[in-house]
């Protein structure tokens, strides 16, 4: 969930392009170099006798120069929480009852990745190694040309990162033997059939992975139809085919989103969805007959796509696509593109699960850590933050959005706890069903959207951005609309006045027609982006969270203390102005903009 805005309010809303291929469900066909590294915990890099690995010699572990990420950020922000890794408290004897048991459950298992680059898998990825170092392998498929080039977006995207610098002080020079030991770069892709294994590489880790997590999706919210389809619908339909043939499966984890539930309002249950539902359907939303209401049929969304995008002229495939996507959803009562094809993979998962368990994590807006490794530890734009960012710049100052609604956040760090925990628990169960966790805040500590605007106020009032000319940019208050005429003639006026056209405005008060279009451009973008963020910001539903409640209430002290993910916990005005933004200034920023 992330849109990156640009100079003078021009926004992008564009994600990185995902690159579309499939199997022959539905007549799409794809095929792709295969190829691992695989890495023995003494370091030497082997090849599995069952594995075909073609070209050069794969790359030894002690042999690799890398060099982490250990440079100080310059400026650091003023009263705010020191960013430094968590060290959680010591255990006494009274407290040690087994709870869960996710430590014991980790040690020695093997799990299998997706999206392993992604923000929220990095952090996955560095809790587990941190607390459970002596975990089986940990598989990653990474999309890459080729193995040299997965095992470099290991390094540089993984192994490299601030976010691995506990781990790196922890193990010191053998930092990076003891990551190859345990992290195995997979090149592969959930949008080609059988993951764009070769039958010898899918033999190999499916006779060895204990757990599955699917990480990997495509979070835009107008993406093309058949891009969202592939990744968040088919991607799943293709990893639960492959599981299938895994031979210690325990357990199938998906991470979705807290608003697959659509356009649903009041308390929103933690409940599965079945093949064919459809919210519009649903009548305490709908006073329509359902009768009258349309079935979804997820094979036959694919199918349209498909023919779609073949009847459509080359030049008018991307919006046509787009237009597509947000037309469907919003027939079958969700509100964009990416939650609606989240849905219809959460859907083939539970249709297509046979004797697997399966463990749905829902969260809702993931942002920054919490505590772990260290406070506001994020990577790139999330939900709210290129509105954060361009407000303390000065650059937007009101949108569209429901002061009275909630803003329901996570932290990264809680919603990894809250999995880890999930996945012990119904791994060790066994029992093929469904399990749904939402991981949210709304019901339970909501952060109510006009308070956010407070907090945003005070915290660049007190420490504001520095411009380009070392002088401190004063922001006033955020403006919050209800209507977007009310918002679209705010941005006229504060565009003029930001761009200092004002003065430039001819005798009569009129401005010159490439002013006005400037003026228009950036009017509209604005506009286009709160009509996107529309349906969040005026979201009606709460997140109910009584599963994971429950969750949390089976763990021992123990695990609570260092698998804690109680939102209850969180102090709004604590995490936004002293984590949050200290880490989007860090992290994101890079340290522009920081009193000198």
Known sequence: ?????????????????????????????????????????????VTSPSVEIRGAALMDGKSMVLSPNGKKNQGEVNAVKELVPYTAPPTSLMERDDGIGIVKFLKGKVLFITGATGFLAKVLIEKILRTVPDVGKIFLLIKAKNKEAAMERLKSEIINTELFKSLHQTHGKSYNTFMLSKLVPVVGNVCESNLGFDDNLADLIANEVDVIVNSAANTTFDERYDVALDINTK?????????????????????????????????????????????????????????????????????????????????????????????????????????????????????MKGEIPVVVIRPSVIESTFKEPFPGWMEGNRMMDPIVLYYGKGQLTGFLVDPKGVLDVVPADMVVNATLAAMAKHAMARKSETNIYQIASSVVNPLVFGDLAKLLYEHFNSLPYIDSKGEAVNVPTMKLFSSMDDFSSHLWKDALQRLGLMAMTGSKGKMSHKLENICHKAVEQAKYLASIYEPYTFYSGRFDNSNTQKLMESMSEDERRNFGFDVRSIDWKDYISSVHIPGLRRHVMKGRGLCR
């Open 1 to 45: 969930m992330a849109a990156s805005f640009s100079n003078s309010i021009s926004y992008d809303l564009s994600q990185k392009k995902i690159t579309r291929s499939s199997n022959k469900f539905n007549g799409w066909e794809l095929t792709r170099k295969r190829s691992v590294v695989y890495c023995q915990s003494g370091g030497n890099a």
């Open 235 to 351: 991607g799943p339909y293709r990893l639960m085919s492959f599981a299938k043939n895994c031979k210690k499966l325990k357990l199938f984890l998906q991470v979705s989103t807290a608003y697959v539930n659509g356009q649903r309002q009041g308390k929103i249950m933690e409940k599965a969805f079945s093949i064919g539902d459809s919210i519009a359907r649903e009548s305490f939303i709908s006073k329509i007959p359902t009768k009258t209401l349309p079935e979804l049929d997820v094979e036959a969304e694919m199918k349209l796509a498909l023919d779609s995008k073949e009847s459509f002229k080359a030049n008018e495939i991307a919006q046509k696509m787009k237009e597509l996507g947000l037309e469907r959803a919003r027939k079958y009562g969700w509100q964009d593109t990416y939650v609606f094809t989240k849905a219809m993979g959460e859907m083939l998962i539970d249709d």
